[in-house]
């Protein structure tokens, strides 16, 4: 159980799937499918749903590459956080918003697995949260041609190590979307 006794909710935190983010990622259309699958049963449990939309020079707020994805639809009852850097919780309000909803967990779901994603979840574990990483439902873009692994390997190499992450009374696991069961 995670560090916030206090606090017993869980919530689906989708980061950064925007038009400039996810639009040449790995198997895009795939992850995107299995977000919006999560989407709707965290929506139908009741279960908190908070968005991150990342933006900087090239993505500035509101411009077409900073929206998210057309697939995926934000209702205006479910908080947005603004961020500048890859971990969600640095400079902005996420944190008061989950305090708001009561949430000690996170089941974490976007892009770039090599980036924001992975920056996020090492935020909020040290933070206090549980976070649960579903294996199928983040994304990177092939970034090869500067040395990078491929989006592939980039991908399993996160889903291998956040399963062996652990700290005082919280826990990180990983598991895909037909794994998840959000409780109404």
Known sequence: MSTLPQ???TALLIIDVQVGVVGAAY?????IANIQTLLTAARASG???IWVAHSEE???IGSEAWQYVPELVRLESEPLVHKL???SFEATDLEAALAAANVAHLVV???????CIRSTIHGAFTRGYDVTLLSDAHTTEDMT???APP?????KHTNMYWGFQSAPGRTAKVLTTAEVSFSA
Do not use: F, H, L
């Open 151 to 155: 989006p592939g390997v980039i991908i």
């Open 109 to 115: 779901v976007g892009a770039q697995t090599d980036a």
């Open 85 to 87: 850097y890859g971990d």
């Open 47 to 49: 279960t908190p749903v």
């Open 27 to 31: 198997q895009r259309d795939t992850v």
């Open 145 to 147: 041609e500067w040395g």
């Open 7 to 9: 606090r017993t909710a």
């Open 58 to 60: 090239q993505m500035p």
